[in-house]
């Protein structure tokens, strides 16, 4: 076997590539037109610098009020595509909710190494901490949410040390959302993603966050689309168990979104009075 009962390439990339028998280009083009529309509505600080390289960029949508809780979003795009510019249509539910966001672009796979990817959205969150008071925001209210890939560096932000590593308290991150995330990493070595991501051994373990102490004590959502894969179901659940036991008394939900598949779950960021709003309200509660 391959990766747990899977035996084949074919059996692991019809559990892990949710876009077989959509349209990519039909997708990203209302992705694109929506974040376009939401970035010409609302004020924005465009692809601020949070680090020294060109894709260490962040658009920030201010709410209009100061000292506003600050939300931070990772996208998707299996750390091989996109940017934080298709995502922009994330923000205008929350910050008509009062709610500051932040939209975060890093490097992708193969350009840099997986473990550079992840040390990016570990600095970007570092970085809006450290300038929250000059970008407006309440740097003891930052929640994250993160879709697919996304969903996964939610995870490595909540295993990370932020005390010991960056200088930061370890309860920074108030709440985390994660949405569709993989939080194992052991098929994709053999999947239709390895040319791209040029996994290693090491960085299976070192990057899983199934395989990671978590370090934030915030309470944490975990959620996917009834209509996914069903691995997709099977990750979130394993995840959810695994910091259940290994944080005991930690705050973790896991549960599917009846009806929806890995792409439709976006729109619970764009309804009024979404899950998703409402969920990242409850953390600053």
Sequence with gaps: ?????????????????????????????????????TRSRL?????????????ERLDLFPAQKANAP?????????????????????AERLVEAGISVAVVNYALCP?????????QCQASLAWLYRHADELGADARRITVSGHSAGGHLCGMLIATDWEGVFGLPNDLIKGALAISGLFD?????????????????????????????????????????????????RQMNT???????????????????????????????????GDFITAIERFND
């Design 1 to 37: 076997m391959l990766y747990r009962d899977f035996a084949t390439q074919e059996q692991i990339d019809a559990q892990y590539d949710p876009m077989r028998g959509r349209d990519r280009a039909a997708l990203l083009a209302d992705w694109q037109t929506r974040s376009a529309a």
């Design 70 to 90: 600050l939300h931070v979003f990772f996208h998707g795009g299996y750390w091989r595509s996109l940017s934080h510019k298709e995502f922009s249509f994330v």
């Design 185 to 233: 990493l052991r098929p994709f070595p053999y999947s239709w993603l390895q040319p791209s991501l040029q996994l290693t051994g090491r960085e299976v373990t070192d990057y899983s966050p199934l395989f990671l102490p978590p370090r934030v004590s915030a309470p944490v959502i975990l959620t996917a689309g009834s209509e996914e894969p069903s691995e997709f179901e």
């Design 239 to 273: 995840y959810a168990e695994h910091l259940r036991v290994r944080a005991y008394g930690l705050a973790v939900e896991a549960s599917l979104k009846e009806g929806d598949d890995h792409f439709s779950i976006l729109e619970h960021y764009v309804r009024s009075n």
């Design 43 to 55: 004020m924005v600080r465009e692809d601020l610098a949070y680090g020294p390289s060109l894709a």
């Design 111 to 119: 350009s840099v190494p997986f473990s550079e990817l992840v040390r």
